[in-house]
């Protein structure tokens, strides 16, 4: 079967086009419900489709993970529950535009860039997959850990004025994220001898306890505040808006592409990066990052959505997932007798052009299901607070409960969302925090294997760092991160600027 009739198979089979667009839908509203991820949605249908034949359960599977990952994105902007950790960029400038009235103009301009983000993820992944995987396969373990490292000191600087408080806020998730069983030495880390902890914290419960619990705690204090009313005029962006912003889109589009095919890495390191880079680009917003920025929407979310694309790029050439739901689709590719990886692509290449056309065509359906009730959903935020705090309760409940079935995941999101309340109280940022627990397990198994690798010697590790020209660029990016928040930073570029 040549290249053309697989792309053509799911647009003419009407049971595919449907399943295809049925995952859509169905993704995109459970990616909006905190705590009930794509990955958890993914997992259970894989019990429930591995009697099917290949083609209808990739389908639908295609589906929810595209639309999942847009859906993250509603919650984020009007309630400043990111639905999913790629959304918790968006949140940052989503939830003051739907602050101001402006929540149909957010979730417009979003699902437009989505979509030109999740395009171009897939023709990277149609055109240079073999590429862009040699250069996935070139990361180091030290690279990995320098990645992370990285990423939590991106979100630490954007999301305060004060570095060390965003430093503290991911040491701290990166400790808490430490909960539970050593998985190399079966050891006891951090659960002072209580049995309950060795299982650890779930990052779901934490998520929706610091962003949900501990918002409503805050709008406790603006209670009798009527609520925001929203103007809902021109839902679709126009193209002269979409045109003035296509540039950074496309730029990002990259960064989440190349960061995506990057394993076990995803969308959320993807939209933090893009976010920084949109902060540095940018030069005279119209209105403050962190205020309503539309730039600040349109680079997490085309990042994000084109690291669905670069995620696959790993999981079908060399057969290593990217992120969590391509490390499941390779379990589903498996039960049905297939071998993801360069076998695959040489073998059996009317899979991956079907894959191809698949994602193309859940993009186009989540652009088309993107686009219909913002008027009901944004009908969320001019809920009166009496009304609107019980519902962010209630679905942050719902939400932890959920994840494990479990009462203890409910009692830890209330914990941590009391914590966050008292954070946001003394300016320390929440962002880190959950970033730094989601990536605290690729730290410390990365660390380890850096150090294992290097003689278990810091010397011979930071020897090959500088000599890397990757890892190079990659411990300059920290160390530069540190200098410019430095008071010698400001004082040096201060005076090249009088000069």
Not at 46 to 69: K, Q, R
Not at 168 to 192: K, N, W, Y
Not at 222 to 230: G, L
């Amino acid at each position: 079967m040549d290249a053309v009739n697989a792309l053509l198979i799911p647009i003419f089979d009407l049971q595919l086009l449907g399943l295809i667009a049925l995952g859509t839908f169905a993704g995109i509203y459970v990616g909006a419900i905190p705590g009930l991820s794509v990955t958890m949605a993914v997992s259970i249908l894989i019990s429930f489709t591995f009697t099917w034949e290949v083609y209808p359960a990739l389908a639908l599977m295609i589906g929810i993970y595209m639309g999942g990952v847009y859906g993250g994105s509603r919650t984020a902007i009007l309630l400043n529950i990111p639905g999913a950790p790629s959304a918790i960029a968006t949140a940052l400038d989503g939830f003051p535009m739907a602050q101001q009235g402006k929540a149909g103009e957010a979730i417009g301009i979003v699902t437009v860039v989505s979509f030109i983000g999740g395009f171009i993820g897939i023709f990277a992944l149609a055109l240079f997959a073999p590429s862009l995987a040699d250069f996935a396969i070139r990361f180091q373990p030290r690279d990995y850990f320098l990645l992370g490292v990285l990423g939590i000191l991106l979100v630490g600087s954007l999301s305060g004025e004060s570095l060390v408080k965003g430093i503290f806020s991911g040491a701290l998730g990166i400790a808490i994220g430490s909960v539970g069983m050593d998985p190399l030495t079966f050891t006891e880390r951090f659960t002072f001898e209580i049995s309950g902890l060795r299982a650890g914290v779930s990052f779901v419960a934490v998520m929706i306890g610091m962003f949900g619990i501990s918002e409503g705690l805050m709008q406790l204090h603006t209670v009798n505040t009527a609520a925001v009313k929203q103007t809902i005029g021109r839902i679709v962006p126009s193209w002269a808006q979409v045109r003035k912003h296509l540039p950074l889109g496309l730029q990002t589009s990259s960064i989440g592409t190349v960061i995506g095919a990057l394993p076990g890495t995803g969308g959320d390191i993807a939209a933090l990066m893009a976010y920084d880079h949109a902060k540095r680009v940018t030069k005279n917003p119209e209105v403050p990052f962190g205020k309503g920025a539309i730039e600040g929407l349109v680079a997490p979310e085309t990042a994000n959505n084109a690291a669905v694309g670069g995620a696959f790029i790993p999981m079908l050439t060399l057969g290593i997932p990217g992120d969590a739901v391509t490390a499941i689709m390779i379990g589903a590719l498996f039960i049905h007798g297939l071998n993801p990886g360069p076998l695959l692509m040489t073998s059996q290449p009317d899979m991956f052009w079907f894959i191809v056309s698949s994602l193309m065509l859940a993009n186009c359906f989540m652009l088309i299901f993107g686009l219909t009730g913002i008027r009901l959903f944004v009908k969320i935020v001019e809920l009166p607070r009496t009304v609107l705090l019980p519902v962010i309760l209630l679905l942050s409940i719902v939400g932890a409960y959920a994840v494990n079935n479990s009462l203890t995941d409910v009692y830890w999101m209330l914990g941590f969302g009391v914590f966050g309340y008292f954070m946001k109280l003394y300016g320390y940022p929440l962002g880190p925090v959950i970033l730094g627990v989601i990536l605290s397990r690729l730290l410390d198994d990365n660390w380890r294997r850096a150090i294992i690798s290097d003689q278990e010697s810091l010397w011979m590790l930071l020897k090959g760092t500088l000599a890397s020209p990757l890892s190079l660029v990659l411990f300059a990016a920290v160390i530069l991160i540190f200098l410019s928040k430095t008071p010698l930073w400001g004082l040096v570029f201060r005076r090249k600027t009088a000069a």
